[in-house]
C-alpha cells in the first residue's frame, strides 16, 4: 500500500508498534508525541521505507490538535488512515482520591483519551476522501469497568461511542470507523501493574494465560483499517484474549 498515516501516542507501546506495521505495508506515518520526542525520534528512525514523519502535540490543547493534523497531513500529502491510540492511565479510587485530584484525573482523562481523538478525528476527515479510515484505540475497561481508574474507563466507554456516532455519520462519504478494546498488553504504560507477582495475576484472567504483545494489538488495528474491513464500520473489537466476555 502507500497512505497516508497518522498514529497518535506512537512514541511507544501499541502506538510506536502501530506506526511500524503500518510503515512496513509501505504507508507514510505520522508519528504523534506529547512529551517524549526522543522517543518518538527513535521510532521514526526505526521505520521501514520513506516520506515519514514526526507530530507533536498535546492532545488536550484543540489548536494544537488542529495544527498537529493540518501539518501531518500537509507533510504526507493528506490523511487516507487515523489511528486514535494515545491516551492517559492513571490511579484514583473514589475514597482515597482528594476532591482536588479528583477533578484533575477526570480533566486529563476526558482531555486526552475523549476530546483528543473527537478533535483529531474532526480535523484528519477534513484531508480525507472515500476509503479513508479512523480506528480508535479503546480498552477492555470500557466494559467491564476500572474501580481504581474510573475516568479512564468512562473515556474509553465514551471512546466506542463515539466511534458508533461516527460510523454512522461518515459511513455515507465512504469513511469507515473502527474500534479496538485491549485488555493487558506488555506496553511502559502497563509496566507497573505487570511488574512482579502482577504478570502472573493478570496473565491468569486470560484463558490463554498471557496477556497481549503490541505488535499483536497493531496487527487487529492494521486490518481493521485495510480496504477489506470497510464493512466492520460501526465494529468493536474485543482484543483481550478471553480475559472478559460479553454479548
Not at 493528506?78 to 494515545?86: H, I, Q, Y
Not at 479528583?102 to 473527537?118: D, K, S
Not at 474507563?153 to 460510523?167: D, E, N, R, Y
Not at 454512522?168 to 501493574?193: C, F, H, N, Q, Y
Request: aromatic share 6%; charged share 20%; glycine share 10%.
Amino acid at each position: 500500500m502507500d497512505r497516508s498515516v497518522l498514529v497518535t501516542g506512537a512514541s511507544r507501546g501499541i502506538g510506536a508498534a502501530t506506526a511500524k506495521a503500518f510503515a512496513a505495508e509501505g504507508d507514510r506515518v505520522a508519528v504523534h508525541y506529547s512529551s517524549s520526542p526522543v522517543a518518538a525520534q527513535a521510532v521514526l528512525d526505526a521505520l521501514p521505507g520513506e516520506g515519514h514523519v514526526l507530530a507533536h502535540a498535546d492532545l488536550a490543547d484543540p489548536a494544537a490538535v488542529q495544527r498537529m493534523v493540518d501539518d501531518a497531513a500537509s507533510a504526507l500529502g493528506g490523511l487516507d488512515v487515523l489511528v486514535n491510540n494515545a491516551g492517559v492511565y492513571g490511579p484514583h479510587p473514589i475514597r482515597e482520591t482528594s476532591y482536588e485530584d479528583w477533578q484533575a484525573a477526570w480533566a486529563e482523562a476526558l482531555g486526552v483519551n475523549l476530546l483528543g481523538p473527537a478533535n483529531t478525528a474532526w480535523c484528519a476527515i477534513r484531508h480525507m476522501s472515500r476509503g479513508g479510515r479512523i480506528v480508535n484505540v479503546s480498552s477492555r475497561g470500557a466494559f467491564r469497568g476500572e474501580p481504581n481508574q474510573p475516568a479512564y474507563g468512562a473515556s474509553k466507554a465514551a471512546l466506542v461511542s463515539l466511534t458508533q456516532s461516527l460510523a454512522r455519520s461518515l459511513g455515507p462519504e465512504g469513511i469507515a470507523v473502527t474500534a479496538i478494546a485491549p485488555g493487558w498488553t506488555t506496553t511502559d504504560m502497563a509496566a507497573k501493574a505487570l511488574s512482579g507477582d502482577g504478570y502472573d495475576r493478570r496473565r491468569l484472567e486470560s484463558p490463554l494465560e498471557r496477556v497481549a504483545a503490541p505488535e499483536e494489538v497493531a496487527a487487529a488495528i492494521l486490518y481493521l483499517a485495510s480496504p477489506q474491513a470497510e464493512f466492520a464500520t460501526g465494529t468493536v473489537l474485543d482484543f483481550n484474549g478471553g480475559s472478559h466476555l460479553r454479548m
